[in-house]
């Protein structure tokens, strides 16, 4: 198992952007699938974007076109630029690792998880 600790959170105005960050220890984001979840009081966990092995993006409906996955290799993390923040964006961010087979936003088996970052947008 690797070690997953977000960063970044805040709180945002409507129309604004913030980026979130996720520092991977024990290992390289170059050998996993990862992806980033957001989970908002009372509602499940939702997947919303994922990036392969290859850099291969996917994303959510609900995010496509406002965020950007991406893998910063010489930093070991993974990042969220999240842009046109709306108040429905307002959760709890997550991001997570697996391993690098059938990599999709909607996957079901990622197995390891970070404690979490707090996006609030008003």
């Known amino acids: 198992h690797v070690q997953l600790v977000e960063s970044g959170g805040g709180s945002v105005q409507a129309g604004g952007s913030l980026r979130v960050s996720c520092a991977l220890s024990?290992?390289?984001?170059?050998?996993?699938?990862m992806g980033w979840f957001r989970q908002a009081p009372g509602k499940e966990r939702e997947g919303i974007a994922s990036?392969?092995?290859?850099?291969?993006?996917t994303y959510a409906t609900s995010v496509q076109g406002r965020f950007c996955i991406s893998k910063d290799t010489a930093k070991n993390t993974l990042d969220l630029q999240m842009d046109s923040l709306t108040p429905d964006d307002t959760a709890m961010y997550y991001c997570a690792a697996k391993l690098p087979f059938e990599c999709y936003v909607d996957s079901s088996d990622f197995d390891n998880w970070g404690q979490g970052t707090q996006v609030t947008v008003s």
């Open positions: 024990g290992d390289t984001t170059s050998g996993y699938c």
């Open positions: 990036i392969s092995k290859d850099d291969v993006p």
